[in-house]
């Protein structure tokens, strides 16, 4: 999206937020209808010991780090972002079978064809009334408690963090909570040595279900336990220019897997303030579920010669593991630390290039001030280090500080 896109969607967002406010404001009166605005003003400078890929450079993200040395050159690097900046509205609307609840959220980091650019993303965008919800909010496979109080922005690689477009029901709620949803099936499919044979030239998503979440969450004062499990159909199809005209118009190959998977998070409280705050997930074909790295699946078999593939190369779902450990202190109402280590470790198949994904290790630790209510200054030293399949690694460490101002109000 430009800058000049981003502007005038941005600028159409606020005036239709005024429009609401001064709607919901009329109805709030009568105790029918209420609205919030909330968000925050984040600045943060990032100073590198070493280089990750330019266009991710606002965030640390193991598999972002160059795949060879000097990949993306070999001084330090200096930034500032404003990216992380938020604004988000949540509405309540009163009726004799209960409240719709609403919510839209966006920040300003781009990703995807937006990576690198300071520019509108949407985070949650949804309704809810009685048992059901729809709109893009938290995967049911996802436990955003477990997320640690840490300024960097995309957070520890390996958890569970997919904000997804889906259906729920819950049906149970209260101290013990149990839901179900279907989700968007979005398959990242590794071509791996695919793209090397003549054949087959590349892979594409194949989905023809949705995804399929459950979750159990038993709350109590110290804290809470959440299970939740996916089932999802891992496809994918070869397309190739068969009648030369320049288009892969043509499935030359079409296969899939089951993937699976189940998160087990926690967060205990100690003393007052703080938490412990954990996170074990595995299964197959799960990839693009969690925070950072790995593929959903890739060829089963090694292609040793691409003008003759081994026949019965079949699509395998790629088992993953994730583990995120953090604690987070308070030293006093206006300082705390949190400080933690993380990893996505993935069990490549035969099929994948060296040069694939295979584990990424993340850990940080910081120091926060706050010096008045909604004012916030801190600092952070972060590492990572991303391995791949054929044995080669390269790691990254920087130091962040931020300065973060919120803003709210309830109409």
Do not use: C
């Amino acid at each position: 999206m430009s800058s000049y896109r981003g502007a005038r969607l941005l600028a159409g967002l606020l005036v239709g937020t005024s429009m609401v406010l001064g709607a919901a404001s009329a109805g709030a009166a009568d105790g029918e209808k209420s609205f919030e605005v909330y968000g925050f003003a984040q600045l943060d400078y990032i100073q590198d010991f070493g280089r990750v890929d330019p266009d991710w450079e606002d965030t640390l993200r193991p598999s972002r780090l160059p795949k060879a040395n000097e990949e993306f050159g070999d001084d330090g690097q200096a930034s500032l972002s404003v990216k992380q900046s938020r604004l988000g509205v949540k509405g309540t609307v009163a009726t004799p079978k209960g409240d719709i609840n609403t919510k839209f959220e966006f920040d300003m980091f781009g990703v995807g064809s937006d990576a690198g650019e300071t520019t509108i993303r949407l985070r949650h965008a949804y309704g809810e009334f009685g048992q059901f919800l729809a709109g893009q909010t938290n995967s049911l496979f996802m436990d955003g408690d477990i997320f640690p109080n840490v300024i960097d922005y995309w957070g520890p690689a390996g958890m569970v963090f997919l904000r997804n477009p889906q259906i729920r029901w819950t049906p149970i709620r209260g101290a013990n909570s149990f839901a179900v949803a279907i989700e968007n099936p979005g398959n990242d499919i590794d071509s791996g040595q695919f793209r090397e044979v003549a054949d087959f030239p590349g892979a594409q998503g194949d989905q023809e279900y949705p995804d399929l979440t459950a979750q159990f969450r038993m709350a109590r004062d110290w804290g809470h336990v959440q299970v939740a499990g996916i089932l999802r159909w891992v496809g994918t199809e070869v397309l190739f220019d068969t009648d030369g005209d320049g288009r892969n118009d043509t499935v030359v190959y079409d296969d899939d897997d089951t993937g699976w998977g189940i998160n087990l998070t926690t967060v205990i409280n100690v003393f007052e303030r703080d938490a412990i705050r954990a996170g074990y997930v595995f299964g197959e074909g799960i990839a693009s579920y969690m925070n950072d790295g790995g593929m959903d699946a890739g060829p089963s078999q090694d292609i040793p010669d691409p003008s003759n593939p081994p026949a019965g190369t079949e699509v395998e779902a790629v088992e993953l593991q994730g583990l995120s450990l953090y604690y987070d202190h308070w030293w006093s109402d206006q300082y705390s630390t949190s400080f933690g280590y993380s990893f996505t470790d993935v069990d490549n198949t035969p099929g994948q290039t060296p040069d694939t994904f295979e584990k990424g290790q993340y850990a940080s630790a910081n120091l926060l001030y706050y010096p008045v209510k909604d004012v916030m200054v801190g600092a952070e030293l972060l590492w990572g280090e991303l391995e791949l399949f054929g044995g080669t690694d390269e790691d990254a460490t920087r130091l962040q500080i931020s300065f973060k101002y919120n803003f709210g109000t309830v109409l």
